[in-house]
């Protein structure tokens, strides 16, 4: 699909003028049951977690952003994860990269793995590597592309050549760019799924997740599960999405071209030691980032030299907000030692090459001098107050 097609699918994809009343806004079904016509007479609704007509919609428009056949929504990225996690079985292991988010790698290691499915780490991003990590118990290979916080790029095309030689399912969780910027399943991957919290809502109101997929034979199991665990999102919510959805590409085209701004003036600074950002050409992901997406889309991530200090920095903030997400209007910041990788081991945040001078940047739509003014503010008290 071209860029163009793209976006007016955006705003016309699964949902274009209703019918009946010509409103130009998709419904909100806000409806637990439906009426049974006749009785012993299958109908398309009869128990909203089965299905929800403005849900529907939303299942609908994230299959064809993904260029897939089959969505489905869940109450949150988590509970997408879930989902997928529940295709497999006792005996099966699943191979995740070393910086997976902290919270699916929570979901493998206390709950599924109790039921014997396991994890084991493998390096995605290096496919002779990967290829060793393979055995005979693989049965899916779990990517973020790029990762969260350092940015560390996989090539889906050849990780889904490699899993699929070895009989494992791709699973690419597509948060951090959107399918306006990366399609894995047009480049192999299997299952795609999104914490729709992020980039896809866009204005930090709505908790969801989407998962879309090509196989009609996974979208029944995924459809059963969702209806069995009942983490399905409300009718409001989908809503919600479906609104969000129609800025996607204007809102990451400036998220991008004011990311790529900020990563190439933090190069330079001389608060700043090592940048981490796959659209800068000195990245190491670069050639593969733009090989297979659009754009790196509005997430960076920085070492503060050791000569500023940390706390100072980001007390020193006012436009850019302290917070844990990702993908909104607002410019967020975020330390990772202490925030989303609190909870791991210092040896573990190393080997993943978190250290605890990373400085990670959301960025969203506020004026780029406002942000880089805000983030000059920053570097000049964290400096002066060491001073
Ligand atoms: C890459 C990624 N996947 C999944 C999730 C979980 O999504 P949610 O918070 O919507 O449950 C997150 C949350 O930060 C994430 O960053």
Known sequence: MTKDQFET????????????????TAPIYQTTTYQ????????????SRSGNPTRLILENQIALLEEGNFGYAF????????????????GDEILVPSDLYGGSLRLLDNYFQNFGITWCIADTTDPSALEK?????????????????????????EVSRLSHEHGALVIADN???SPYLQRPLTLGADIVLHSATKYIGGHNDVLAGLVALRSPELADRILM???SSGGVLGPFDSYLLLRGLKTLAVRMDRETESATAI??????????DRVFYPGLESDSGYAIQAKQATGAGGLLSFELNESYSMSAFFSAMRVITLAESLGSVESMACHPATMSHASLSPEMRAKMGISDRLVRLAIGLEG???????LEGAFSAAKTSRN
């Open 9 to 24: 699918t955006l705003i016309h994809g699964a949902f274009d003028v209703d019918g009946g009343t010509g409103a130009l």
């Open 36 to 47: 049974q016509r006749e009785l012993g007479v299958v109908q398309q609704f009869d128990y």
């Open 75 to 90: 109450a949150s990225g988590m509970a997408a994860i879930t989902a997928v996690f529940f295709l497999f079985s006792s």
């Open 133 to 157: 990590s393979f055995s005979a118990k693989t049965k899916a290979v779990l990517l973020e592309t790029p990762t969260n916080p350092t940015l560390r790029v996989s090539d889906i095309a």
């Open 175 to 177: 948060t951090f760019l």
């Open 225 to 227: 599960i969702q209806r």
């Open 263 to 272: 990563a190439r003036w933090l190069e330079g600074h001389a608060g700043v």
């Open 368 to 374: 780029l001098s406002s942000l880089k003014e805000d």
